[in-house]
């Protein structure tokens, strides 16, 4: 079945530092992609999505692309806050599966420090 | 427009207690899927529900878990006999239909 894989957290980094955190995927169709961050206490928010090959989604100061060739849809920022502490999600949904029920990552724990 | 509603926020259970999760959708929405999220671990789909229907309930445990989305009021997610393994915390979404879902702020349910 389809599944995600993330990068193991907690992934800490000072302020300012750039920001990579992997993301891989199997899908037996054509999944959309997504980023969902979670704040310490708080539900999920959709960061950022991208539906087809090759698309960016970019939100916040983050960026996704979607890289069919590697089945990858790494998350990337310029220079991290401290308020981007949360743990992020990778996600995707089969748009051949009329539910859209979503597929999971484990999920990145991000440490910002001052 | 309120967003996704859940209730209660905390939720503690005894063993074998019953506990009943709510879920009020974003007005207009009438597709709700409920996620379980394991402490430590991702989220996994438990059940899809439109409205007085259940679509996909393929991610739910076949015993204790039950779901309801009622013409009126909101959706129930309902677990008989809680063990202490039931305890994570519960996300609910809701959708206009397609891709796109809306999180509510989730019930964390503790068994005690």
């Known amino acids: 079945g389809d599944s995600v894989t993330q990068m193991e957290g907690p992934v800490t980094l000072s302020e300012e530092a750039f920001l990579t955190i992997n993301c891989t995927y199997t899908?037996?169709?054509?999944?959309?992609l997504f980023w969902y961050v979670q704040y310490p206490g708080e539900g999920l928010q959709l960061l950022l999505k991208a539906t087809k090959a090759d698309d960016k989604g970019s939100n916040k100061g983050f960026e996704a692309t979607y890289r069919k060739e590697t089945t990858s849809f790494h998350l990337e920022k310029g220079s991290v806050q401290v308020s981007d502490s949360a743990v992020y999600f990778c996600a995707l949904t089969e748009s051949m599966d009329s539910n859209y029920q979503l597929i999971w990552g484990a999920g990145t724990k991000l440490i910002i420090k001052p | 427009n309120a967003g996704v509603m859940q209730n209660p926020r905390h939720l503690v259970r005894r063993r074998g207690q019953e506990a009943r999760l709510r879920c009020s959708p974003m007005?207009?929405?009438?597709?709700v899927y409920w996620y379980r999220q394991l402490p430590e671990e991702g989220l996994k789909f438990m059940v899809y529900l439109q409205k007085e229907n259940i679509i996909d309930e393929s991610g739910m445990p076949k015993e204790r878990f039950s779901a309801e989305f009622p013409k009126e009021g909101p959706s129930i997610l309902r677990i008989q006999q809680v063990v202490r393994g039931d305890s994570a915390a519960y996300f609910c979404a809701s959708s206009p239909g397609g891709e796109k879902q809306y999180f509510g702020p989730g019930t964390r349910l503790t068994v005690t």
């Open positions: 007005k207009g929405h009438s597709h």
């Open positions: 899908a037996t169709g054509y999944p959309s």
